[in-house]
């Protein structure tokens, strides 16, 4: 017999937003409840995340934000439910 477990969270099991230096390893969690905008710059190391003129990240981000948002609001009032599956947690994977 062969068991296989799989992961699915919703958008209601989003509670925070983590970011990770690449430069310097620092990481960072945001609650995801009136989280605004990525910080310009990491507060550690100051390697530059998105700066003034970095339109396409800053933008890009704060649309994926607001789907997010959108589609939990649209799923709290349909019939169906909407989960995602994730790669179930084994350990400190890289
Ligand atoms: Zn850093």
Redesign the pocket.
Known sequence: MTVQTKCFIGLSDIVALRID??????LFVFPFEGFRDIPQS??????EFAGFNDNVTRHTFREFMKAIRAVGSLTEKSAFSFSMEITPALGDRK
């Open positions: 230096c690449k430069k310097c390893k620092a990491c507060p550690n190391c100051e390697q």
